[in-house]
Nanobody, 124 residues
């Protein structure tokens, strides 16, 4: 069982930056690939970024590539999402997710555990 708690969301102007954090419980954090997803009002939850168990491999949605960076610190049981050059269309609730297994995935249905989400609002 893994419990995930996101933090770092807030209100920011377009062009600004935010850093989301996700703290995981348990002693086996390094066995999980991790992902970030987001859900805007009236839309389905969509993939943002993912990282494999040791941080050596990452992937991004085309809409955030070059602006967002995912990273993890297994010693701190944490995963991060650095978001730069934010746009109003990045406004959403951002969710951290854990996938039991070493390798990252962009598929929502492959993730086993989810956090409660943190709101990110980008004003124009």
């Amino acid at each position: 069982q893994v419990q995930l708690v996101e933090s770092g969301g807030g209100l920011v102007q377009a062009g600004g930056s935010l850093r989301l954090s996700c703290a995981a419980s348990g002693r086996t954090f390094s066995r999980y690939a991790m992902g970030w997803f987001r859900q805007a009002p009236g839309k389905e939850r969509e993939f943002v970024a993912a990282i494999n168990y040791n941080g050596a491999s990452t992937s991004y949605a085309d809409s955030v590539k070059g602006r967002f960076t995912i990273s993890r610190d297994n010693a701190k049981n944490s995963v991060y999402l650095q978001m730069d050059s934010l746009k109003p269309e990045d406004t959403a609730v951002y969710y951290c997710a854990a996938k039991d297994g070493w390798y990252r995935s962009s598929r929502r249905d492959e993730y086993d555990y989810w956090g409660q989400g943190t709101q990110v609002t980008v004003s124009s």
